[in-house]
T-cell receptor
């Protein structure tokens, strides 16, 4: 079974703090993703990575950055946390596309509260 | 207009009922269609995966895709309280970028 783990289930941070969210997958997947999930808005893609040291902006990258130094690990960084970044953050991974629409596997999520 | 539209519910049904969950989409390039189930305070888990048009059945679950109408459905037969969750449709084209619906919250009452 694919396993995607996230470093924290719940986090409380203060406005202006730098926040690191870690994600690790154990299936040697090339692609990794960070989403945020908000009521009424569904899942929105923040950043994704096709391979080590590669990153691409998703639909809502503002206020976030990412790091992928190793294949199995993908980090999301909130440079200066703000209250509108309070959300559920979901990491996902999948194999590189081989023309058959490989599916994404999700971690359990991190609920971040910014005060 | 959003690329994928899903009725957010909430939907409440009695145990044993047939449940129909639906999504419409606007992008004709979508080829891969998925349904994810998300229990409260958990990450989404893949429930059904369908390529192009047609039906796929897995136990009590049936996924239907009608590309001509840009409409997908998930049917749950003999619904159980353990089916209570949020159901997310998702779809992608050849490039693999998933677009999600907003999710439908389902509650199955014993």
């Amino acid at each position: 079974d694919v396993k995607v783990t996230q470093s924290s289930r719940y986090l409380v941070k203060r406005t202006g703090e730098k926040v690191f969210l870690e994600c690790v997958q154990d299936m040697d997947h090339e692609n990794m993703f960070w989403y945020r999930q908000d009521p009424g808005l569904g899942l929105r893609l923040i950043y994704f990575s096709y391979d080590v040291k590669m990153k691409e902006k998703g639909d809502i990258p503002e206020g976030y950055s990412v790091s992928r130094e190793k294949k199995e690990r993908f980090s999301l960084i909130l440079e200066s946390a703000s209250t509108n970044q309070t959300s559920m953050y979901l990491c996902a991974s999948k194999q590189a596309d081989r023309g058959s629409g490989e599916t994404q596997y999700f971690g359990p999520g991190t609920r971040l509260l910014v005060l | 207009q959003k690329e994928v539209e899903q009725d957010p519910g909430p939907l409440s049904v009695p145990e044993g009922a047939i449940v129909s969950l639906n999504c419409t989409y606007s992008n004709s390039a979508f080829q891969y269609f998925m349904w994810y189930r998300q229990y409260s305070r958990k990450g989404p888990e893949l429930l059904m995966y369908t390529y192009s048009s047609g039906n796929k059945e897995d136990g009590r679950f049936t996924a239907q895709v009608d590309k001509s109408s840009k409409y997908i459905s998930l049917f749950i037969r003999d619904s159980q309280p353990s089916d209570s969750a949020t159901y997310l449709c998702a779809m992608s084209g050849w490039e693999g970028k998933l677009i999600f619906g907003q999710g439908t919250e389902l509650s199955v009452k014993p």
